[in-house]
């Protein structure tokens, strides 16, 4: 009897976000999030100093990214999604340690986030990172008045779980 053919899944790029991304990415950002950011928003923070964008490639298609701003030794991580298509095959994974090892470099202590309090699979995501409940921020979503829940972890974590 003959076996199916294996799907050849191309290999995974990850590099800088560069401002020619910026649609690829605002088209994965209307498929994650409700209430996206638009396509402008990308744009200007990758001209800010402190903010951040990395993108993960599929033969030199945009599959996922990550954005965040680094102020003094605080991450605020903003943004991390990757396409439907491309979803639980470890890319918003690599993303999220990319993005932790980088802002250790940077010497940053701590990173925090907002998560919508309906989104569980992004909350479990988080939670395999150690991200942990600081706060929940009432209707911190404008546009539903969705409560936010508001993570935060040290960038480092020692084994003793300090």
């Given at each position: ?53 990395y993108v ?58 907002q ?48």
């Amino acid at each position: 009897m003959a076996q199916p053919a294996q799907q050849q899944c191309p290999a995974i790029t990850y590099r800088k976000m560069s401002f020619k991304d910026i649609r690829a990415v605002h088209e994965i950002e209307g498929e994650s999030f409700p209430s996206p950011w638009r396509a402008r928003t990308f744009f200007a923070r990758l001209l800010l100093p402190d903010h951040y964008g990395y993108v993960a490639a599929a033969d030199d298609r945009v599959v996922g990214y990550v954005v965040y701003r680094v102020h003094m030794r605080t991450v605020h991580l903003q943004k991390i999604a990757v396409t439907k298509a491309y979803r639980r095959r470890g890319i918003a994974t690599h993303l999220m340690q990319m993005m932790l090892d980088l802002v250790a470099a940077q010497k940053a202590d701590t990173i925090y986030l907002q998560v919508r309090m309906s989104n569980v699979d992004a909350q479990e995501f988080y939670k395999r990172f150690r991200f942990q409940l600081d706060h929940i921020e009432k209707h911190y979503y404008r546009a539903c008045g969705e409560d936010a829940q508001i993570l935060m972890r040290n960038v480092v974590i020692r084994d003793d779980g300090a």
